[in-house]
């Protein structure tokens, strides 16, 4: 039988920046993430690709045409492809899409810089497939002071961001995270994309945070799983799976495969959202594999194909966890779990 070849394996290089820096550990470099990454296999198998976010110092989003050929040159040196990109849509160069007229017009010139290395790097053909991912660059707290007009404000920042990715041919997905505002909770969430009502704006989702969403941090009336939930109780985690999944599968274009164990972390800068654990952790409270399913799959057990990579994402783990190859293939070797469970092949 044939081993599945889609959906393509990537993962993320921003955890080599997220939570790192001040007031926490350095920052792991762009080349050595790129390196730890084509190292990693498996039975033969490798990743196929990165996603990477558009920030300092692995990458200036500023960078002129001659830059962004050097990113193609230096990540295909490795055998990887690249897939979705992250648009630093955050304070100071960016700004909140709440916020005031100026920090919303930074906020989708960020998005129009991050389209344009996009769309160059699909051109130059090491980039088959992806989005460009972005938030709302606002806290739950600030949103919470006027929530109905927050999320019109965003909404309006997203559109404006929306029809300027439109220009470039590409697509925008917004990460549903706790620490965003108007996406903290998966009715937020769904409240923002159909207020923006754009056909080239998606949800990405993130195993381990959205697995936060069923549990109410932030937003505590929008709970799935009722307070006093017991881990042990896998069917009825099973059950809250369903109801959300079925609730933001419509929406999701992108992917992140991920761990959690239930709890909120931050490190460095990094406000606090989930715990990203490794893919062995024994506290992590997802089953990897069987989970992925319930984004991957229809309500009627049908694959979606929704998307062509999925990526893992693992942020704030400590570098002595990050610069261990074991730490990678045992990553992989989950990635490829989910692809044998809920891939396809293609000849």
Known sequence: MQQNNWPKLHNATWPGIVGKGEGSEPV??????????????????????????????????????????????????????????????????????????????????????????????????????????????????SWAKDPAGNTRLIAQTFREACDVAADYGEKLAAEGEICWGGMHSWKAMIDTLEATDRPNLGFQADM???????????????????????WSKRTALQEGLKKLTAALRPWTI??????????????????????????????????????????????KGELTKAFRHICWDGCMFPNEKMTQPGTWNNILAAMIKVRNQHGWYEA
């Open 28 to 141: 792991i470099a762009f080349d050595e993430m790129l390196k730890m990454t084509a190292a990693a296999e498996v039975d033969g198998v490798k990743f196929d690709g990165v996603d990477i976010g558009l920030f300092n110092p692995h990458f200036d989003v500023n960078s002129n045409d001659d830059g962004i050929k050097k990113l193609a040159d230096k990540v295909g040196a490795y055998g990887l492809e690249i897939g979705s990109l992250v648009a630093p849509i955050w304070p100071p160069d960016g700004g909140s899409a709440m916020g005031s007229a100026d920090e919303r017009k930074r906020f989708v010139e960020q998005v129009r810089k991050s389209c344009h290395i996009a769309k160059r790097l699909r051109e130059i053909g090491i980039r088959p497939n992806g989005v460009v991912r972005i938030d709302s660059a606002s806290s739950p707290e």
């Open 208 to 230: 381990a945070h959205t697995l936060l969403y069923l549990m109410g941090y932030n937003a505590p009336e929008d709970r799935i799983l009722p307070a006093d939930f017991e």
């Open 254 to 299: 992108d992917f992140h495969v991920a761990q959690n164990d239930g709890t909120v972390h931050g490190t460095g800068s990094h406000d606090k959202t989930g715990r990203h654990c490794l893919a062995n952790d024994p506290n992590g409270r997802l089953d990897i594999a069987a989970d992925a399913g319930f984004w991957l799959r229809d309500e």
